[in-house]
């Protein structure tokens, strides 16, 4: 079983709906990341969160380390959101090294 | 201010050859990484920097990958020799410290035929 694990694996959703991408993890973190890849592209960090909830945009992400697990939401989608969206987890002790989960690909149509 | 910096960005080898690859990271990052995403996968770390010392490097194959990082700014990866399986984007990330943001390079696509 993987550290880091992410559902769906991959999501189809019309331009105006409201997605959530979830993440569990198995391990003992200090900070939670949620990342963007676009295709051919390198990887942006959209948040790093270890409590509650962040907001950016139309992006929000909420953490409850007590069920560990986290969720990615986007509101209004538009076809530019469509990416991988990549949970990593800083497991807890660790020097910052990351445990990635293996991505959502996401795909908005308009 | 500037981004993480990678080059080359596609490599296409022959199994059996070498490669590296070089990375630039943000002035001032302590902390270098480097990644290897196989297709299909999260990107899995290869190699962590902490100036020019190595911190983490439990994951890299090391019968056939070594990287350096000698003046503590910027790094190169050499893959000798390169095997069909290397095929993957490498990815260089770096940080102010460890544990904090990382930033990351527009990656290596590696291609091994």
């Known amino acids: 079983k993987n550290e880091v694990e992410q559902s769906p694996q991959n999501l189809t959703a019309q331009e105006g709906e409201f997605i959530t991408i979830n993440c569990s993890y198995s391990?003992?973190?200090?900070?939670l990341h949620w990342l963007q890849q676009h295709p051919g592209g390198g990887i942006v960090s959209l948040f790093m969160l270890s409590s509650g909830k962040k907001k950016h945009g139309r992006l929000i992400a909420t953490i409850n380390i007590q069920e560990k697990h986290s969720s990615l939401h986007i509101t209004a989608s538009h076809p530019r959101d469509s990416a991988v969206y990549i949970c990593?987890?800083?497991?807890?002790?660790?020097?910052?090294?990351?445990?990635f989960g293996k991505g959502t690909k996401l795909s908005v149509k308009p | 201010e500037a981004g993480v910096a990678q080059s080359p960005r596609y490599k296409i080898i022959e199994k059996r050859q070498s490669v590296a690859f070089w990375c630039n990271p943000i002035?001032?990052?302590?902390?270098l990484y480097w990644y290897q995403q196989i297709l299909g996968q999260g990107p899995k770390l290869l190699i962590q920097?902490?100036?020019?010392?190595?911190?983490?490097d439990s994951q890299l194959p090391k019968d056939r990958f070594s990287a350096e990082r000698l003046k503590g700014v910027d790094s190169t990866l050499k893959i000798q020799p390169a095997k069909l399986e290397d095929s993957a984007v490498y990815l260089c990330?770096?940080?102010?410290?460890?544990?904090?943001?990382?930033?990351f390079g527009p990656g290596t696509r590696l291609t091994v035929t």
């Open positions: 391990v003992g973190i200090s900070a």
């Open positions: 990330a770096s940080s102010s410290q460890g544990g904090g943001e990382q930033y």
């Open positions: 920097f902490q100036n020019n010392g190595v911190v983490d």
């Open positions: 002035s001032g990052h302590a902390t």
């Open positions: 990593a987890v800083s497991a807890g002790g660790s020097q910052g090294n990351l445990i």
